[in-house]
């Protein structure tokens, strides 16, 4: 009974409507696959990102999208101070030395590119394998242009804007 | 003009490094001792003349020996703040050699010598120690004596190099 009544409600509503329907399914998908694409394609949701001098720990340039600025000078000696204490306290040379820390909800990723320079980037979230990747291959862009522009200076030598300008154009 | 430079203090275990930073950047001194572990970084703006000089101190844990101190502290620094410690007249003993080493790993690192504690000697004590050790500055942590003088030298002798 229940069957029969089924079958002459699909031949009543479905069927005629059955090409909207279908339309209206292929668009969502579309719509979600759409936003998916653009999520791939966005910016990286970064905090804060800076480029370090590997022996002074001083910061030679950094960007921030966050509200609350931190203090660039600080965050860098201090990342430079755990790096030098866990090279020194495991007998590690720079190449095997600590590349992510972890505190609270932050996330801080560093990266080994320059001879005198090395790159850290702070995330504020669970960082999946797929913001990880991502994370590589901006450090791998961002070290390949710093690379060009910074050649044979001096950290006295580099001027701060210019690379903060640099980070601006790869990360707004 | 803005410029960032490292500085290092270095010293003997217990002479008071971590107490002339805190009395220096937070204007602190605690009475209880708690012994660094590895190194701690702070940061303070000095101006000099025209030009603002920020100050990343890097204050390294004392160690019985000096060459157990991992060398990386030391690099990129242009100045150093060398402490002893006026009670203990042992603190004192190795600063030839420890500022030989420093020189012959950063060549034109600018150093100071002070020696911390001064609360600690009476007038007498403290003329006795002058005549027989020339440092360049004595502090007291605790009263803040001459704390700013030391770091605003250095900020002056780090900008010239």
Redesign the interface.
């Known amino acids: 009974m229940v069957n029969q009544d089924c079958k002459a409600l699909i031949k009543k509503v479905v069927a005629p409507n059955l090409g909207l329907i279908l339309k209206h399914y292929c668009l969502s998908f579309l719509s979600s696959f759409r936003s998916k694409k653009q999520q791939i394609a966005g910016k990286l949701d970064l905090d804060h990102f800076f480029v370090i001098?590997?022996?002074?720990?001083?910061?030679i340039g950094g960007y921030s999208d966050f509200d609350k600025k931190v203090?660039q000078?600080?965050v860098a000696?201090?990342l430079t101070?755990i790096k030098?204490?866990s090279?020194?306290?495991f007998n590690q040379n720079q190449s095997q030395s600590i590349n992510t820390i972890s505190y609270s909800n932050f996330n801080i990723f560093m990266h080994n590119s320059f001879e005198h320079f090395y790159l850290a980037a702070v995330i504020n979230s669970s960082a999946s394998k797929y913001t990880q990747k991502r994370l590589k291959h901006y450090f791998k862009h961002v070290s390949t242009h710093l690379n060009k522009a910074l050649e044979g200076k001096t950290?006295?030598e580099i001027q701060k804007n210019e690379v903060e300008q640099m980070l601006s154009k790869y990360f707004k | 003009m803005e410029y960032s430079k490292k500085i290092i203090l270095v010293g003997q275990i217990g002479v008071g490094k971590t107490s002339l930073v805190q009395r220096y950047v937070k204007s602190i001194f605690n009475e209880d001792y708690l012994s660094t572990i590895g190194v701690k970084v702070d940061k303070k703006t000095v101006h000099v003349e025209n030009d603002q000089v920020n100050l990343l101190i890097w204050d390294i844990a004392g160690e019985a020996s000096f060459s157990k101190i991992s060398k990386s502290y030391y690099l990129g620094a242009k100045g150093c703040i060398y402490v002893a410690d006026c009670s203990r007249i042992s603190t004192f003993t190795d600063y030839v050699n420890q500022v030989k080493m420093l020189k012959e790993l950063i060549k034109d690192i600018k150093i100071i010598t002070v020696a911390n504690k001064i609360d600690l000697l009476d007038k007498q004590e403290l003329e006795e120690l002058k005549n027989n050790v020339s440092f360049d500055f004595y502090t007291s942590a605790k009263q803040g004596e001459k704390i700013e003088e030391v770091f605003h030298e250095i900020a002056k002798k780090v900008l010239c190099s």
Request: aromatic share 4%.
């Open positions: 001098d590997k022996q002074s720990g001083i910061s203090d000078d600080l000696g201090m101070a030098s204490f090279e020194s306290a950290t006295e």
